[in-house]
């Protein structure tokens, strides 16, 4: 019995550990700078059910994964936006037709 609970601490840890590590990249301009490098967590061969008292702790583990997944999906629109905003001032394309010449002789 200790042995399953060690084990979903253990994996509880893991999970808090890379949300806190997400969190702390939204935080930092690392994120925008750079493509963060996050390995996938994938649960532990065998380890059954959560004990109960350990649920209250997953619950605020999920909470806090879910609101980083959403400032994750902000993030990547405000990025989209930015970037298509610089595309159009480096290539100074408002979207409209350019003229091919100006005449000045007039």
């Known amino acids: 019995m200790d042995e399953w609970r060690s084990a979903w601490t253990a994996a509880l840890d893991d999970l808090e550990?890379?949300?806190?590590?997400?969190?702390e990249?939204?935080?930092s301009?690392?994120?925008t700078r750079d493509t963060p490098t996050i390995d996938p967590w994938?649960?532990?061969?065998?380890?059954g059910p959560l004990p109960l008292d350990l649920r209250p702790r997953a619950d605020r583990i999920l909470a806090r994964q879910t609101a980083a997944a959403e400032?994750?999906?902000?993030?990547?629109a405000v990025n989209r936006r930015q970037a298509?905003?610089?595309n159009r001032i480096e290539l100074f394309d408002s979207g409209a037709a350019r003229p091919s010449y100006l005449d000045q002789a007039i």
């Open 29 to 31: 301009d690392q994120f």
């Open 84 to 86: 298509a905003l610089t």
């Open 71 to 76: 400032e994750v999906a902000r993030a990547m």
């Open 42 to 47: 994938t649960p532990p061969e065998g380890l």
């Open 17 to 23: 550990a890379d949300i806190t590590q997400i969190e």
């Open 25 to 27: 990249l939204l935080r």
